[in-house]
């Protein structure tokens, strides 16, 4: 199975990077989302992260400047940008990377079902929610992955490719592959909840905020602690602000309706009380901290 043609389902904090790895891998892509504004604005991330990087290359003494500048126009040129699902139907994969709420997904995975080719293999990057569930609603649950990229998808090497007992070997090894072409180092995960990464990150991330709103320490630092004390290149409550507070609380209403007598899920109330006043971390200006 090649995987050529790639379909990219929301173009926000993910699906933008998504779509620019997936080009830098040779692809052709899609980015397909709901509305013109926010196509513009996650392309035009796209553009500005290709001239960072290129710039990058330059300094470096990788590429000269021509070599750099043909590579952001090759890369450039196999991305194509739509509002229109039936744009994707021809597409060999299509990734969701679309908000984190399950009936939203499982309803664009039902239309896409009656809408792609039937050798489309479907993908979500889901943090938390459970791929087979996603599987059923999409009418394929033979050819479909989830293939979980991480923040920021430009620079972060893993990706997980989860399989359910339903996925076909063929398409597990294609996804693998193209993790690969990506640029990625592929792990494989069963689909459990927040597979390998997400189930020991978030409970960290609850912990520091539960630390936080009891007043033990600051944030500052409670942040520098793990920085300079752990080598981690962000503090829990800085990571918190860059996953999205609203994304992390999504993880975690998941996490605590399925499974309501496991601590470490705990939801902590300074997550929910900020997320209500619409503070949402980098992506609104203001999170844990304020960002310009
Ligand atoms: N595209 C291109 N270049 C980029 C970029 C992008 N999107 N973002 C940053 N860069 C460049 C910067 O311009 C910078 O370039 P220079 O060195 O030329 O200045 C370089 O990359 C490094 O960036 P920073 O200066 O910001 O410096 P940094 O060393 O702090 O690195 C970081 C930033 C890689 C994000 C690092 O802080 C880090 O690894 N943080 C942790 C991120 C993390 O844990 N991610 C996982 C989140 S969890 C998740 O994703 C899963 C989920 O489901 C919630
Ligand atoms: P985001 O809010 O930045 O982007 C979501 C995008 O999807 C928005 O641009 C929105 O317009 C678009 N969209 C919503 N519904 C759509 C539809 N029906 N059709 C087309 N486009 C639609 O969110 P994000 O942080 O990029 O998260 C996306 C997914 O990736 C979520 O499932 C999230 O859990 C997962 N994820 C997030 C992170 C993170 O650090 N934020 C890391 C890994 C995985």
Known sequence: MNIKKVGVVG????????????????????ALESDQAFLDKGLSRVDKSLAKLASKNVEKGKMDQAAADAWVKETRARITGTIQRADVADCDLVIEAIVENLDVK??????????????TVFASNT?????????????????????????????????????????????FEAALEFGKAC???PVSCKDTPGFVVNRL?????????????????????????MQFGCGYPMGPLTLTDYVGLDTTLSILQGWTERYPDEPAFKIPASLERLVAEGKFGRKTGEGYYKWD
Do not use: W
């Not at 173009?11 to 899609?30: D, P, S, T």
């Open 11 to 30: 173009c926000g904090l993910m699906g933008h990077g998504i779509v620019q790895v997936a080009a830098q891998g040779g692809c052709e892509v899609i």
């Open 127 to 171: 943090s938390s929610f459970p791929i087979g569930e996603m599987a059923e609603a999409s009418g394929r649950p033979s050819r479909f992955v989830g293939l979980h990229f991480f923040n920021p998808v430009q620079l972060m090497r893993l990706v997980e490719v989860v399989r359910t007992d339903d996925t076909d070997g063929a398409v």
């Open 201 to 225: 990150l978030v409970p960290y991330m609850v912990q520091a905020i539960d630390m936080l709103d009891r007043g033990d320490a600051s944030k500052e630092d409670i942040d520098a602690a």
């Open 183 to 185: 640029g990625k180092h």
């Open 106 to 119: 499982k309803e664009l995975f039902k239309d896409l079902g009656g809408i792609c080719k039937p050798e």
